[in-house]
């Protein structure tokens, strides 16, 4: 959990808190409840929560994209109102799952519009079961749920006035076991992927695999793209080596993104680098209400 004040060009961690989760106490999925023990998990939410002292009550949740799925759709026409387009984006992915697709909680955002009307949107959708619990067990913690957003674009948003200063980018990011590869073209996002790769330690193989197959899939897409700019971001001791197995596997040097650049900490608050970036999901999380 971190407490953020001040603005998108100024941030400051006020508090922050950690507290360790019990092994067997959650498994993420898509299509069944992700809390195993939910009374314990609403206890450890509650003294975490406590322990911060602080009087803000509603909050922001990064979730793990395993809890849900990510795709970029092009339609037709544009939507007579935002409805309407939920109800369309419905039908076009009921064969695509192996669940009821009108059990979801569904929303997406139009990232770009032709002079024939025709849409880019960015489509998110996560299981009512999945979502609805998270938001149950945090109000069961005297918490209010405003926000919920999958982690690896709560990091994005952390890092949103670095990475929007250049037109084209490729954003790498691991975090949580979880490798995520973003591409934007002309500051619109044009590729997205994300996978769960990693249950434990960081496997350098696996991730240099992950990164090769999605640059071969991002480039059948789009042939003779170039990024102006290359980012990526991981935590801890996986930074430098997430650095450079993407150097490797892309054949140029990514600039490794620093959390301690965008937030600034009270002098009261003892932080260091390493903190400050194992609680990017959070603190990317809390950005979200600014």
Sequence with gaps: MAVVEGSRQSLSLTACNTAPVPPGMLKFGMKEPNVLNPSAFVAIVRDTYLRLLSKTEVVSLSLPESTGRVMLMDVETRFKSK??????????????????????????QVLDER?????????????????????????????????IDFTGFNIYRLFTNRLSLTENVTFFSFYGGIFTMMVFYGEVLVFYRSKDISQGAFEPNRVFREINNSQLVFQDKFPGF?????????????????????????????????????????????????????????????????
């Design 115 to 147: 002079d024939d009307g025709a849409m880019s949107i960015l489509v998110s959708i996560v299981s009512t079961n999945v979502i609805t619990q998270f938001e149950d067990l945090f109000i069961q913690a005297g918490l209010e749920p405003k926000y």
């Design 83 to 108: 409805d309407e387009g939920k109800e369309i984006i419905r039908w076009k992915l009921k064969k695509n799952f192996s669940f009821n697709i009108n059990e979801t909680h569904l929303d997406y």
């Design 226 to 290: 170039s990024a102006n700019e290359i980012f990526c971001f991981a935590a801890g001791d996986e930074a430098e080596s997430f650095r450079g197995v993407v150097g490797d596997a892309i054949g140029a040097e990514p600039i490794l993104l620093d959390v301690s650049r965008v937030v600034a900490s009270r002098n009261s608050l003892a932080t260091d680098r390493r903190l400050l970036q194992s609680l990017s999901g959070a603190l990317g999380a809390a950005v979200r209400t600014f």
